[in-house]
């Protein structure tokens, strides 16, 4: 009777079930990965036509590519802010803030006029609902990543770290499969811009559409309850009050090493899916030469490359587990040393040619990618974790992808239309965070409760 009792009153920890894990980490990320990459295609394909018309097409493309980078800018800031509060109050109330003001941002693109109703306006509009992207997407990987590797098993944090970097596929291919299928239903007769009515009011679709999934993704998390790692923390009384100063306090070193550990990603990812969806577009004959595929045929080649992304993503958790994030991490980006100098003979060898391009530059980026998921928040203690490894995530946005876009243009035109000097600056960033990886030290068998 008295067993029964105790029982009874015994209260229990709330546990977040494996399945509820890996969708609030996989679906928010997915989420916010399908909201920029809706942005990064409709850079491309349409903002320099509704939104930038200075009559110059590499022009236009250069300024569109500007306020794509300009998120980049706002993610420090957004993983500052929510790292504060991520490492305060909760990783659950943080997680569905970000989710919000991304989902709201990206329906409100979907509305905005254009530069011809309203002049100025219109791309001044663009750039603070840009900005306001970036501030959500600051703060959202990192506690996505946290969700994942502080409720994961033993021995398997990498593996559960992987998921919510399997958004980053899943997003690509919602968004890009979405606009490929609008393109397919109005399409063009002009195959250097979309058809008069997706430049109306098609291309519009896709952001109004994130509101759907938002939605979702809320109800997901709500369900959520935070980690024994945090709750630990709290009950301790071991909540910094100001986790950055903190940070860069006792965990300086971390942050720079973990900052240019991400950086020859960020390169990657940027120039294989934004760069490369503008030079496998751009006329034999342009001025400044690319590929020449049509929208419809090099997306699909795309969305093709992306499955391996993904696929090599999750493959990647249960290597980096058996072997460690270290080992795994400096043969990948030697790897992608050599993929950067091997732009030039694939990209030139017609349609097999680009076709191994995409597939190895998007295996690659699942390789790297996937492991970051783990090894980031693990360079942190609990008490300051959403704060450091959302911070030096970030900050490798700016160093990387805020750049990459606008460098790799710039380099493509100073080639004349050869990729050369693009796969160069690939390869120099990924020594740079070769360099880093040999200075940093094995993460796999850290306690994530210190």
Not at 233 to 246: I, S
Not at 369 to 379: Q, R, S, T
Not at 396 to 412: K, T
Request: aromatic share 14%.
């Amino acid at each position: 009777m008295s067993t029964s009792t105790a029982s009874v009153s015994t209260p229990t920890k709330p546990v977040n079930p494996k399945g509820r894990v890996i969708m609030a980490s996989l679906i928010g990320t997915t989420i916010e990965f399908y909201d920029f990459y809706v942005y990064a295609t409709a850079a491309v394909l349409v903002f320099p036509h509704l939104f930038f018309p200075t009559g110059n097409e590499t022009t236009a493309l250069l300024a569109s590519f500007a306020v794509f980078g300009a998120a980049m800018v706002a993610r420090p800031i957004g993983a500052l802010f929510f790292g504060h509060f991520g490492d305060r109050k909760g990783r659950k109330a943080t997680l569905v803030g970000a989710l919000l003001i991304m989902g709201i941002a990206t329906f409100l693109i979907g509305l905005l006029p254009t530069y011809e109703m309203i002049g100025w306006w219109a791309p001044f509009m663009l750039v603070i609902l840009r900005l306001a992207q970036g501030f959500a997407l600051g703060g959202e990987w990192s506690g996505a990543a946290l969700v994942a590797t502080e409720n994961a098993p033993a021995g398997k944090r990498a593996w559960y770290g992987t998921f919510p970097q399997v958004g980053a596929p899943l997003g690509f291919i919602i968004a890009n499969g979405l606009f490929l299928g609008l393109a397919l239903a109005l399409p063009s007769t002009d195959p250097t811009r979309p058809s008069e009515a997706f430049l109306e009011w098609a291309w519009r679709i896709p952001f109004l559409f994130s509101a759907v999934m938002v939605i979702v993704g809320l109800w997901v998390r709500l369900r959520l309850v935070e980690s024994e790692v945090f709750t630990q923390v709290v009950t301790a009384k071991r909540v910094e009050k100001l986790p950055l100063a903190a940070v860069f306090k006792s965990n300086w070193r971390e942050l720079i090493l973990g900052t240019f550990t991400m950086l020859a990603t960020y390169v990657l990812f940027y120039l294989m899916t934004t760069f490369t969806l503008g030079y496998g577009r751009a006329a034999t004959d342009a001025p400044v030469p690319g590929l020449g595929f049509t929208y419809n045929n090099f997306i699909l080649m795309m969305i093709l490359g992306v499955v391996f992304f993904g696929i090599f993503t999750l493959a990647s958790g249960p290597w980096a587990d058996r072997h460690g994030r270290r080992k795994t991490l400096i043969i990948v980006t030697l790897a992608i040393v050599v993929f950067g100098l091997l732009f030039v003979p694939l990209l030139g060898a017609g349609f097999p040619g680009v076709m191994l391009f995409l597939i190895v530059g998007f295996s690659l980026m699942g390789m790297t990618f996937g492991p970051m998921g783990a090894l980031l928040p693990e360079l942190f203690p609990t008490s300051v974790r959403y704060t450091g490894s959302a911070f030096a995530y970030n900050m490798s946005s700016i160093l990387g992808a805020a750049v990459a876009p606008f460098i790799a243009i710039w380099l493509w035109t100073l080639g004349g239309g050869s990729p050369f000097w693009v796969g160069i600056y690939l390869s120099v960033m990924a020594v740079i965070t070769l360099i880093a990886l040999i200075l940093s030290r094995e993460t796999k068998d850290l306690d994530l409760h210190r």
